[in-house]
């Protein structure tokens, strides 16, 4: 196989002798720190809807309106092509990407949970203000507390969940963050239809309900326990050690907490995590996980559809409701695409997932471009059957996308990095992923309106490539123990030529000394 470099299934000397229960200790801490993603979740589907709403457009940007309403039920790519109104939604990616360096340093040194609750106070204020916002100036600064909040809740959510997650779950129980994404554009979807006939003011509701996720999480993280690997990078020990024990449900952690222990202390020698990310032994984590996967996964092109799907719809020439409702669809694929993933993913593996899905993406892409370069964008309305087979394929396409870089965007580079890096990793998963965020938010309508059907034959290429990129260079991480990663790149048929024990010979003493 390509991807080569397996250690086996328990991972290196000691995963062997791991020990844990499923408890429903670790079961709420998991559930109440998964809640991160339903605002990162509730935002993407929340936007998307209020920015094809006549009393949202009205108000912040008439000229979009006028341009709609001239070409209603018309087949027309340029419809909703205008900078000022994309900045509404690709600001808090931007905000997001800034403040993921200072989350970097609250959750190394504060504490995973600290982040949580940081992320929640913020996101909760940038929802008030964009309810009540009055001009465009209060709408940004609003998208840019949301960014905050989104910035820090993604650096250490997932962090959260593969840290506390015994190895042989840790799939599942990472996916519960995509699946909360997923809820959340759901629920923002549902919402969207019904507050659209709400006039004039169901954008505001619409804008500001997020701010209860953010009260849930808030309420919630104050609850929550620390993860025993930060506590323990904390010099907590003992707190660490109970924690363990609590959360997997037996005192025979001796093993794990070892690991942890000799994680921590190389942890401690590193005083500059982001210089060490860029050192030789650490290049398959800065490659996959810190820039490939994240830039990878908004590349697929999947959260344009979702910013934009009531959006697309309308472009297409598809009536008001129609288009959320349309959009409604494709967010019940992304659900039900997870809990797919959740269920099999440490059955199947990550690879797995990756490239049959990849593969299904690539045709899906195609048939849209096909589809529109011969029955669209002269203006004529678009036939129902033509229509109907548009949202079966973007449906598929979702499916997809939902069931591999969705949550393996966010699970397999949270599970790469080593202690030391981790937070420093994570960080960089986080920036990389917002920038390509932003950038794909701001200029997706422009390239729509210029590329036409071409955009999505170029999300096809490049569902290719990153196909290619996992066939050949991700190991399977499935069952693996986040601390014993290392062991699959340094037997990897690409990587070991960088990770390999005998190339770091002071290091290797070091580890034998203790």
Known sequence: MAGGGFVGESGGARAELYEHKITGYFIFACIIAALGGSLFGYDLGVSGGVTSMDDFLKKFFPEVYRRKHAHLQETDYCKYDNQILTLFTSSLYFAALLSTFGASHVT??????????????????????????????????????????????????????????PAKVRGAVNQLFQLTTCLGILIANFLNYGVEKLHPWGWRLALGSAAIPAVLMFVGGLFLPETPNSLVEQGKLEQGRQVLEKVRGTKNVDAEFADLIDASKEAQ?????????????????????????????????????????????QSLGFGNSASLYSSVITSGALVIATLISMAFVDKWGRRAFFIEAGIEMICCMVIVAVTLALK???????????????????????????????????????????????????????????????????????????????????????????????YFLLPETKQVPIEEIHFLFQNHWFWKRYCAEENYPDEKEMKDTR
Do not use: D
């Open 376 to 470: 669209f964008g002269n203006g004529a309305e678009l036939s129902k059957g033509v229509s109907i087979l548009l949202v079966i394929v973007i449906f598929l396409f979702v499916l997809g996308f939902g069931r591999s870089w969705g949550p393996l965007g966010w699970l397999v580079p949270s599970e790469l990095f080593p202690l030391e890096t981790r937070s420093a990793g994570q960080a960089m998963v986080v920036c990389v992923n917002m920038l390509f965020t932003a950038l794909i938010a701001q200029c997706f309508l422009v390239s729509l309106c210029h590329l036409k059907y071409g955009i999505f034959l170029l999300f096809a290429g490049l569902i290719f490539i990153m196909t290619c990129f996992i």
């Open 108 to 165: 190394r040194n504060k504490g995973r949970r600290a982040s949580i609750l940081c992320g929640a106070v913020s996101f909760f204020a940038g929802a008030v203000l964009n309810a009540a916002a009055e001009n465009i100036a209060m709408l940004i600064i609003g998208r840019i507390l949301l960014g905050v909040g989104i910035g820090f809740g993604n650096q250490a959510v997932p962090l959260y969940l593969s840290e506390m997650a």
């Open 269 to 313: 020698a590193i005083k500059h995590p982001f210089r060490n990310l860029l050192k030789r032994k650490n290049r398959p984590q800065l490659i996959i996980g810190a820039l490939g996967i994240p830039a990878f996964q908004q590349l697929t092109g999947n959260n344009s559809i979702l910013f934009y799907a009531p959006v697309i719809f």
